[in-house]
Nanobody, 120 residues
Framework: QVQLVESGGGLVQPGGSLRLSCAAS????????MGWYRQAPGNQRELVAS???????HYADSVKGRFTISRDNAKNTVILQMDSLKPEDTAVYYC??????????????WGQGTQVTVSS
């Protein structure tokens, strides 16, 4: 069992910045990758950025050069630094963790979501 708690969402003007945090607890040793997804009204949930246990990074093309994902293993926390925000970044952002058990089973956990609104 893994629990994910998100924070850092809010309202910002275009060109502004936000920092999202996701703290994992429970069986954190089972986690091999964490990331952030987002979903805007009427749209499907999409992957924004991810980081795995080896430090491998992935970014959606729409956020490359503007967003940065990082992880603090000591704090069991993953960070999404969002800069140069655009109105099209407006969405509910969800923290995600992928876990493996007994080198055999896999499971995906989700945070509750945090609203990011970019508007002038």
């Amino acid at each position: 069992q893994v629990q994910l708690v998100e924070s850092g969402g809010g309202l910002v003007q275009p060109g502004g910045s936000l920092r999202l945090s996701c703290a994992a607890s429970g069986d954190i040793a089972s986690i091999y990758a964490m990331g952030w997804y987002r979903q805007a009204p009427g749209n499907q949930r999409e992957l924004v950025a991810s980081i795995n246990s080896e430090g491998g990074l992935h970014y959606a093309d729409s956020v490359k050069g503007r967003f940065t994902i990082s992880r603090d293993n000591a704090k069991n926390t993953v960070i999404l630094q969002m800069d140069s925000l655009k109105p099209e970044d407006t969405a509910v952002y969800y923290c995600n963790a992928d876990a493996t058990y007994s080198d055999r089973y896999e499971y995906t956990y989700w945070g509750q979501g945090t609203q990011v609104t970019v508007s002038s």
